[in-house]
């Protein structure tokens, strides 16, 4: 069964932190997905990868394979990261295949 | 960057009401347009999958008959939820895909609310 399981499901943490959020997967993936929902419910697509490390601004996603799990790093968190960030699987097909979610991390970040 | 309009953003309507909801890309052909649906607190869920001037492939569970999908050109495509129960209350969203190897562009989403 495909399956993905993200953790935490809720993370507070102060304005400057770290912050990771991990994902893993049940089987082999053909991509791996990161997203950011808003509150209005929209959303936004913010990695798609299927090897090693991508990196945007203060956003870095990486993904290992063997072990089937990736992880979304956020650097010099602030307020405005506040968002559901939502891990996703394409199992076949690439892009042109439907997602897998996992369950969302709601993730508060106070000033 | 590649956007995607989604119509209406919320619709309230009573039992029995069939809703249309559009997807649209604005500035590019989509080859692949995805239906996806959130009930409150839970994860999203693909419903079916729509290429243009096909059928589209419906996932298990999900009624053809009652979530009609119409993918009549490269930048449109149509999600018509018909006699509508207050069980198909939900955030449905789009997504479309120019290129395989492109993410997934989203619209914003329709709340849907039956009475």
């Known amino acids: 069964k495909n399956e993905v399981e993200q953790s935490p499901q809720n993370l507070t943490a102060q304005e400057g932190e770290f912050i990771t959020i991990n994902c893993s997967y049940s089987v082999g993936i053909s991509a791996l997905h990161w997203l950011q929902q808003h509150p209005g419910g929209g959303i936004v697509s913010l990695f798609m990868l299927s090897s090693g490390k991508k990196k945007h601004g203060r956003l870095i996603a990486t993904i290992n394979i063997q072990e089937k799990h990736s992880s979304l790093h956020i650097t010099a968190s602030h307020p405005r990261d506040s968002a559901v960030y939502i891990c996703?699987?394409?199992?076949?097909?690439?892009?042109?295949?439907?997602?897998?979610f996992g369950k969302g991390t709601h993730l508060i970040i106070q000033p | 960057g590649a956007v995607v309009s989604q119509h209406p953003s919320w619709v309230i309507c009573k039992s029995g009401t069939s809703v249309k909801i559009e997807c649209r890309s604005l500035?590019?052909?989509?080859?692949?347009m995805f239906w996806y649906r959130q009930f409150p607190k839970q994860s999203l869920m693909l419903m079916a999958t729509s290429n243009e001037g096909s059928k589209a492939t419906y996932e298990q569970g999900v009624e053809k008959d009652k979530f009609l999908i119409n993918h009549a050109s490269l930048t449109l495509s149509t999600l018509t939820v018909t006699s509508a129960h207050p069980e198909d209350s939900s955030f449905y969203i789009c997504?479309?895909?120019?290129?395989?190897?492109?993410?997934?562009?989203f619209g914003d989403g329709t709340r849907l609310s039956i009475l």
């Open positions: 996703a699987a394409s199992f076949s097909g690439g892009g042109a295949d439907g997602l897998t």
């Open positions: 997504s479309a895909v120019r290129d395989p190897r492109q993410p997934q562009h």
């Open positions: 500035d590019f052909q989509a080859t692949t």
